[in-house]
């Protein structure tokens, strides 16, 4: 699996993140058009922090308050150039910053510095260059918060500042203080790494790292870097020891004028174009008449095309769509395996699924095994059980 490692210990902020992600390798063009959808085309330079070179991300955005409704126009207007994933995640955030605005300063809080347009930009930034990424999961290692006191719009705080504990309530993300005296994770910075983490770092096993990259903060302190590390890394077999998750949205439409050789059609053609799932139930519809309820599960940045493809290739006026639901992912490998029947040998292809460094269940590719079942003259169901059973073995004797 590629996943995400970001390393906040001297802290965290928007920029830094989407600074970051910038320098392992996210397309800097479609971060740089999804922020400028939101404000002036942000400036990404290359800069030092302690001899450490790091990616500085600037918005130049002016500063202006809103209330979660307006933040959310804003997002809306920006769409057409952000990933609807991006898009999505980036609403996500927002609802977590509100929540937490609200335990601070009751219902209806309105935005000070995180409704500002340079936070709707770093926000849009860094879930766009973690769309494009292409990882499967994130983790989070202990975020640095600093110390002291800070000045913002309702006077002067304590730092963390009582809008990041409230975000980082509950997320299950590690802290510690950190030894700067201001602040070194911001709400903004809290909110992303929250809504993105979805790996216990505990849980991660033995990985080779594909590229790294840091972000930078704007002070520049001559004793400490002031720098975000983020690794893509590429897990081994089993190297993720517990449940990954993300979020997929669930495409639903029913019919009843279909037949069953144009739906079979249709699943097909969805999990062509890249569908995580599709599938049809029998249902009994309005007025008595049987039908299929059609469920596709697609990531967010394919929910309008694969709705469009349903609609096309289904006939029917109306889609409904449920966003954002949380899903569970175990590790997966194909490993080839060396199977004898009748005295032919072969290797075979064999999925195994992994949690806690242990394969807990696998399952033989049909097609190979329905080739080689023809060329036995054996049913396929026999040579499926056989594959199953030899993986069995090899498998737990060399893992």
């Not at 942000?42 to 209330?67: D, L, M, Q």
């Not at 029913?254 to 699943?267: K, M, P, R, T, Y």
């Amino acid at each position: 699996m590629r996943i995400l490692i970001f390393n906040p210990f001297h802290g965290a902020a928007g920029d830094m993140i989407t600074g970051a992600l910038l320098d392992c390798g996210a397309n800097a063009e479609c971060v740089r058009n999804a922020m400028q959808a939101v404000v002036f085309e942000p400036t990404i330079s290359r800069v030092s922090r302690c001899g450490i070179s790091a990616v500085k991300v600037e918005t130049h955005a002016p500063r202006a308050h809103r209330t979660i409704h307006e933040v959310m126009q804003r997002l809306d207007a920006a769409a057409p150039c952000v990933p609807e994933e991006a898009l999505a995640m980036a609403k996500r955030v927002f609802l977590r910053i509100n929540t937490a605005e609200e335990q601070v300063h009751g219902e209806h809080a309105h935005f000070h510095e995180v409704g500002a347009d340079d936070a709707i930009a770093d926000v849009i930034g860094a879930c766009t260059a973690l769309s494009t990424l292409k990882v499967e999961g994130v983790a989070v290692l202990p975020i640095a918060l600093g110390q002291g006191t800070a000045t913002g719009s309702h006077g002067t705080f304590p730092i963390p500042a009582p809008a990041t504990v409230a975000l980082l309530k509950g997320s299950g993300l590690a802290s510690l203080p950190g030894v700067e005296d201001w602040e070194l994770c911001t709400p903004t910075g809290a909110a992303l790494l929250a809504e993105f983490s979805s790996v216990n770092p505990d849980n991660l096993g033995a990985f080779t790292i594909l590229s790294v990259g840091y972000g930078a903060g704007t002070r520049d302190p001559p004793h400490s870097p002031n720098v975000l590390q983020a690794m893509v890394v590429e897990t081994t077999a089993g190297g993720v020891n517990a449940l990954a998750h993300d979020h997929v949205d669930v495409l639903e439409t029913n019919v009843d004028d279909v037949s069953g050789e144009v739906i079979a059609h249709a699943l097909t053609q969805f999990m062509d174009a890249g569908a995580r799932d599709a599938s049809a139930s029998p249902v009994i519809m309005k007025k008595g008449r049987p039908g299929f309820l059609i469920r596709v599960i697609c990531g967010g940045d394919a929910s309008v095309r694969m709705a469009e493809l349903m609609a096309r290739e289904l006939g029917t006026l109306g889609i409904r769509c449920t966003p954002a639901v949380h899903r569970f992912i175990a590790g997966r490998t194909i490993e080839e395996i060396d199977v004898e029947i009748a005295q032919q040998k072969r290797r075979m292809p064999v999925k195994c699924g992994w949690m806690n460094n242990e394969i807990y269940t696998l399952k033989a590719e049909f097609d190979p095994a329905r080739d080689w079942a023809r060329e036995l003259g054996l049913p396929v169901r026999e040579v499926l059980r056989h594959i199953e059973e030899t993986a069995k073995n090899q498998l737990k004797k060399s893992h």
